[in-house]
């Protein structure tokens, strides 16, 4: 059963600090997304990634949000210095291009205090 | 700038009924229509996709509804069950599908016994 993972599922951080999230694609797929989701703006695009090269990240704050693709099986997803308004719940998706279905995996859900 | 405008924001139907929940968007490039199901701390879940060749497509008991010409497209649950209570999700995506998804807002759907 092919799905996509993230860790950790659950953090609680004080603002300040560095948080580090972690994604594995569905092996296969060529195409890794992340969204940020709040009650008042939604799910909102933060970044994504065809063939492990950036393609847009214009929805991440530059100075404090990074995202990479270090290999073809895990995306990273770094804050810092995090801050309050950075509570959300984070989702990584990934698909194939030509299919057009997105995955989404579990999620994290941020707590900066 | 909301590109895909979702209503209603809540909806409360009997089992069995038929919910009906609305899109709407305003950029011509989009040619991929999916909706996403969630539950309650879980990542969006993919229901069912339309593309713009058809006006209409069946999935068990859910229906998308494509008017082209409108920019608007809905999703129909037939024989609506509890177990169908979630927020929905419209989203929309150019070059079929391959870029990124722009989200509703969500409807969150209960369906009473």
């Known amino acids: 059963d092919a799905r996509v993972t993230q860790t950790p599922r659950h953090k609680v951080t004080e603002m300040g600090q560095e948080v580090t999230m972690r994604c594995q694609p569905i092996?296969?797929?060529?195409?890794v997304f992340w969204y940020r989701q709040t009650m008042m703006q939604g799910l909102e695009l933060l970044a994504y990634f065809r063939n492990r090269a950036p393609l847009d990240d214009s929805g991440m704050p530059k100075d404090r949000f990074s995202a990479e693709m270090p290999d073809a099986t895990l995306a990273t997803l770094k804050i810092q210095p995090s801050e309050p308004r950075d509570s959300a719940v984070y989702f990584c998706a990934s698909g194939l291009r030509r299919m057009g279905e997105q995955y989404f995996g579990p999620g994290t859900r941020l707590t900066v205090t | 700038q909301q590109q895909v405008k979702q209503s209603p924001q809540s909806l409360i139907v009997q089992k069995g009924g038929i919910p009906i929940i609305n899109c709407a968007y305003e950029?011509?490039?989009?040619?991929?229509f999916p909706w996403y199901q969630q539950f309650p701390g879980k990542g969006p879940a993919l229901l069912i996709a339309?593309?713009?060749?058809?006006s209409e497509k069946k999935e068990g008991r859910f229906t998308i509804s494509f008017n082209k010409s409108a920019k608007q497209f809905s999703l129909h649950i037939m024989d609506s069950q509890p177990g169908d209570s979630a927020t929905y999700f419209c989203?929309?995506?150019?070059?079929?599908?391959?870029?990124?998804?722009?989200f509703g807002k969500g409807t969150k759907l209960t369906v009473n016994p």
């Open positions: 092996l296969g797929h060529n195409t």
């Open positions: 950029n011509t490039a989009f040619d991929y």
């Open positions: 339309i593309r713009p060749d058809v």
């Open positions: 989203a929309a995506s150019a070059q079929g599908g391959s870029e990124k998804l722009v």
